[in-house]
């Protein structure tokens, strides 16, 4: 999709059920290692009282969202406001909306309203996207 093909309201969205395989894999691509994601007994300690995924890990289905549906291919990423509003447990099934809120013709700039979902409807993430469109 093109940037002439695109509209204030668009919205698009992926969804994923988050793993434990998942939080291994990302804390060893990325180096964090905190004990809230990884070690089940610091976990029970915390005030989430089990252990939980990495809020970066969540961000990054807004990421398939935006690279994948909309915009869609050929974007380019250039920022991204987030504000993490609740756990992500392992099992949980996370689905990550974008929502195209404002277009800069000029700039060929896209600005999306960003949220991801738990499967009880509840918001764990909310923000908004920059994205230059050819």
């Not at 204030?8 to 004990?35: F, H």
């Not at 070690?39 to 009282?49: G, P, Y």
Request: aromatic share 6%; glycine share 8%.
């Amino acid at each position: 999709m093109e940037f002439k093909d695109l509209r204030i309201g668009m919205k698009e969205s992926v969804s994923k059920t988050i793993t434990e395989t998942d939080v291994v894999l990302y804390a060893g691509i990325t180096l964090d290692v905190n004990p809230a994601h990884l070690n089940e007994e610091h976990a029970k300690q915390t005030m989430f009282k089990h252990r939980i995924a990495h809020g970066m890990l969540t961000a990054g289905l807004v990421s398939a969202v935006l690279g994948t549906k909309l915009p869609g291919e050929g974007s380019i990423y250039m920022g991204q406001e987030l504000k993490f509003t609740a756990p992500v447990y392992f099992g949980d099934t996370i689905t990550a909306s974008a929502e195209i809120i404002e277009l800069i013709p000029e700039k060929n700039r896209v600005i999306l309203s960003t949220t991801c979902t738990n499967q009880e409807g509840k918001i764990v993430l909310k923000g908004q996207a920059t994205i230059m469109k050819k």
